[in-house]
């Protein structure tokens, strides 16, 4: 699901969508969270590869597709 978060992150801000206040209070406490658990070089794995990936392969990796 990491990966799926970047991807979102990535796909938002290509859109220039805004984020309203609490889906970005949501993504902070995600973010500080996964700080917590993972190593750096975890989360830039899984940044990049979030970052590679299309709206399609998100969605489908958050419907277990």
């Known amino acids: 699901m990491n990966v799926l978060r970047y991807a979102a992150e990535h796909i938002v ?4 969508a805004v984020f309203d206040t609490n889906a970005e209070k949501e993504k902070n406490k995600l ?19 979030g970052e ?12 277990g597709w």
Do not use: F
């Open 52 to 63: 590679k990936m299309k709206l399609e392969e998100a969605c489908q990796l958050a419907m």
């Open 13 to 16: 801000k290509s859109k220039a």
């Open 31 to 49: 973010t500080t969270r996964l700080n917590e658990l993972l190593s750096d070089a975890e989360i830039a794995k899984y940044r990049e590869e």
